[in-house]
């Protein structure tokens, strides 16, 4: 028979159960053995929910009370001494490594002073993990109590036979690093780490596991040789093994590996191998044609990573014509990656209309959707006849739906002319005009856009939301705030201002909501990282504006400046990247279509009298395609275009600025470059000034303003830490390019600490001017 098998699970539970869990762990208001009571229960009841849903192989060990790879780093012991050397109890050990630890001086133990260890996106998700880092010298050893033996342990305890789920030994290598100051090439440790996987492995072979699921999803990248060349040693010697561990099943995701081709063999005497065709169906014939003689193909059809209803039609005819090459017991139909990506289930939606509601499936739904695939190939349409019945009709409704067309945005795109990608001027003869109008100083000063969300700003939010004050007393409200900052902003001596943004919950939901086509859920959470998590608004349809969105604001905020008022929007990749796109139309339309809508918001900004205009891409650069080449060109092609159709209705007089939270632009500068934007806003203070380097090189002419200090700290930086970073910017920076302003937004911050840290920075430009 076909089976059904899910990559991994979400974590978080029902309501955030994991989330309220640790944190209140960290706030010493449970205790451990309570926060291991919830992990265990939530395990529980995420293995039962799998088995009703009748899946065949459920993962264990994909649940973690942080993060995946956090959970190997302690597994394999590789912890770094600033860690271990404090003996700290395992689980606050682990979360010392995830969050930091600062804890004081106490009879009973010496003070804990630790930063956390570093954490990146997990491949083109927005998932984050935990980066192992490596000594030079770096030695492994098991944990006393490892947590894939104890969880299979626990599963098997409550009658449920899992799969549990490693990371590989190349992935965990090939995703960590070097310490600082350390030479280590992570990728050499393999022959050391590997005698540790045997030993996981004959441990979960001795308490029953049958089969093991080994991500290896580093083979969707380009890898370098030594990476590559170190599959074959490596799964050669677990395969040696024979019986004495589980069956080995490699996990790809996220990708295809069909570039990886020459690796492929180093598997063909495992148990089987996975691939994602969600994401990259035209992967199957290659990798069929790579696979061992009896070797099993997981076929991942169920995307892990969106929120869509499967069709069902399509992944039955996709298994179909795989069980007709390799026949039905070595076929598995899957989630394409772990279910990690998804929200836990469409049950908990009370407020989604009904129409489109029909069209979702999260985590829960999707071990449903698994089981009826596998049954339909196994048993035959019949026996699931009306789930079939009732899918097609969701997904002819969603395709026929008005809210999917709206033939006047298809038509609009139809008429976009080359002129509009374009500004009207080149770049000197904008500056000029924009100088004139604006007359600003040398050094200009500004901020990002948000000013502190006060404590008030989110009680009068939800007031509002539970109409316990009128659409009336909300809008003055936020005027009042309007006014506040501007004064503040007076005071403070900054050359262009912003209205603050107060009325904004999120830079993207904000305009989700003003836009047709997107939806949103109550309960949509997905864990961002560590307790962190998420909610992604849903676009559902073609993109429009039904009315301005900022206008109001900012009119009003310009009308009662003095100086420029700067209107502040979020830009269409950002709002594309941080959502659940659609999957029945590319990214580049959606995006061409929220660009034509921010354009529409731009050109009325500028009517309104607003001549600096910020439009932000702080997810630009987490969009590139995970490998270099034409995926990577195409995309960054069509994104630079999207983010040019959005601003370039404006007359050369209106500037346009645009921020990004990073300053590594070193592999995509030009189209940096192609923007076209007046200013750039771009995160500085804590990377190297020698990143402006890149600048000067390609000789770019328009403006810049690395930002001058962290905003993500509370401490205040002195005015002379601020000139010594703009005399370093200086050396890479024309006087004439250079404008100082923060990192980012200050929203997360206090008022006191902003109004401290802005004084120093207008007054560090303040001398920079007078210099020159
Ligand atoms: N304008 C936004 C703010 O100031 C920018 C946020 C961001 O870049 N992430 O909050
Ligand atoms: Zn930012």
Redesign the pocket.
Known sequence: MVQSSVLGFPRMGVNRDLKKATESYWGGKISQRELLAEGKRLRGEHWKIQKEAGINIIPSNDFSFYDHVLDHIQLFGAIPEKYSKHNLDPIDEFFAMGRGLQSPHTPEAAAVDVPSLEMVKWFDSNYHYVKPTFQDGQNFKLSSNPKPVAEFLEAKEAGIITRPVLVGPVTFLALGKADRDQNVVPISLLHKLLPLYEEILVKLKEAGAESVQIDEPCLVLDLPPKVRNAFKPAYDKLSSLGGKIPELVVATYFGDIVHNYDVLPSFSSLHGLHIDLARNPEQLETVIGALGEKQLLSVGVVDGRNIWKANFKKAIETVETVVQKLGKDRVIVASSSSLLHTPHTLASEKKLDEDVKDWFSFAVEKTKELAIIAKAVTDGPASVREELEANAKSMEAKATSKRTNDPKVKERQSKITEEMFNRKSPFPIRIAQQQEKLNLPLFPTT????FPQTKEIRIQRNKLTKSEISEEEYEKFIEREIEDVVKIQEELGLDVY?HG?PERND?VQYFGERLTGYVFTTHGWVQSYGSRCVRPPIIVGDISRPAPMTVKESKYAASISKKPMKG?L?GPITCLRWSYPRNDIHQSVQAEQLALALRDEVVDLESAGVYVI?V?E?ALREGLPLRQGLERDNYLSWAVKSFRLSVAGVQDSTQIHS???YSEFQDFFKAIADLDADVLSIENSKSDAKLLKVFVDEAYPRHIGPGVYDIHSPRIPSEDEIKDRIEEMLQYLKPEQLWVDPD????TRQWKETKAALTNMVNAAKFYRQKY
Do not use: A, N, Y
């Open positions: 901020t990002i856009g948000s912003v943004e830079m502040m979020t910020q932000d702080p921020h990004f939270c980012c937004g200050l929203k």
